[in-house]
Structures are given as C-alpha cells and as structure tokens.
C-alpha cells in the first residue's frame, strides 16, 4: 500500500523556517517524482514544488522561489521542504503527492497524496 506521511508543519511567525517531511513507503521511491501542494482556506490547491527521481530536476511556484528548497533522501524514502522567510500567505495545509515519473503542475495527475501538515504564518 502506498503511503505519503507530512511532517514538520507548526505555527510560526512571519520572517521564520519550517522543514517539512514527506516520508514514503509501499512503491518504489527512486522511480517517482513527488510534489508539494498547498490549498489554503478559501482557496484553489496551489502547486508549490517538485523533485524530479534523481533529484537534479527542481521546480518551484513563483510565489516560493529563493525561499523554498525541495530536497529529497532516497535512502530514506524522504522529500523535505525547506521553508525560508515565511509569510502569513504561506499560511496552507501542506500536502505531497506522487504517482508521477516526472513533475506535473496539476493535482489532478497524480494519485497518491498523503494527509496534509497545517503551516500557520503569525504576522
């Protein structure tokens, strides 16, 4: 069965960091792009990053780029997302996904999501 566990999200204040977790179990993880989406309350799902299988192919929304970091850790079956700078607009549940050999900007592509992780930017 394939699972996607989020962690790391959390409360904190505008200017301040989270790393969130994507662990992954039940596929095979190098053969698969994962992708981090964010819906806030109100709003559409937003695509905000995705890693490619070997982790050289990295994508970001413009609204992230130069304060988000996608990483992943094969061995560990893990993606991280580095987040740098927050703002309160960075307010979302944080959700990962796969199902996918390359990078899609639509949700609707891919068929394994995990739970979501709440982030919650204070200004």
């Known amino acids: 069965e394939v699972q996607l566990v989020e962690s790391g999200g959390g409360l904190v204040q505008a200017g301040g960091s989270l790393r969130l977790s994507c662990a992954a179990s039940g596929f095979s993880f190098d053969d698969y792009a994962i992708v981090w989406f964010r819906q806030a309350p109100g709003k559409e799902r937003e695509g905000v990053s995705c890693i490619t299988t070997t982790g050289h192919g990295l994508y970001y929304a413009d609204s992230v780029k130069g304060r988000f970091t996608i990483s992943r850790d094969n061995a560990k079956n893990t993606v991280y997302l580095q987040m740098n700078s927050l703002k309160p607009e960075d307010t979302a549940v944080y959700s990962c996904?796969?199902?996918?050999?390359?990078?899609?900007?639509?949700?609707?592509?891919?068929?394994?999501w995990g739970q979501g992780t709440q982030v919650t930017v204070s200004s």
């Open positions: 996904a796969t199902g996918r050999h390359i990078c899609a900007n639509n949700g609707r592509l891919y068929t394994n």
